[in-house]
Nanobody, 115 residues
Framework: QVQVVESGGGLVQPGGSLRLSCAAS????????MGWYRQAPGKQRELVAV???????NYADSVKGRFTVSIDNAKNTVYLQMNDLKPEDTAVYYC?????????WGQGTQITVSS
């Protein structure tokens, strides 16, 4: 079917930066959008940033000005550049791939922002 593989999580100090990558492979005929959601302990999963296949991004208010989402259509890969990270950004980050008739999720990658 479709495989979604994330990379780039880890531990970072407040004010630091990280870059996440997510590659989709397999039976992919038409991607509508790719993006990132996150889930902190005891909270619901929430949108971080998504980008359409045409390159239009959408961000959560909490990350605007700090995070940048981009897409490489040729590689079916989405990136999330995260700058000025804050402790409240600590969560498991999940890649989301929306096809014409199905949605796929990655396994999640932990990001911890702590001194």
């Amino acid at each position: 079917q479709v495989q979604v593989v994330e990379s780039g999580g880890g531990l970072v100090q407040p004010g630091g930066s990280l870059r996440l990558s997510c590659a989709a492979s397999g039976r992919i005929f038409s991607i509508n959008s790719m993006g990132w959601y996150r889930q902190a302990p005891g909270k619901q999963r929430e949108l971080v940033a998504v980008i359409s296949i045409s390159g239009n991004p959408n961000y959560a208010d909490s990350v605007k000005g700090r995070f940048t989402v981009s897409i490489d259509n040729a590689k079916n890969t989405v990136y999330l550049q995260m700058n000025d990270l804050k402790p409240e950004d600590t969560a498991v980050y999940y890649c989301n791939v929306r096809l014409l008739r199905a949605t796929y999720w990655g396994q999640g990658t932990q990001i911890t922002v702590s001194s």
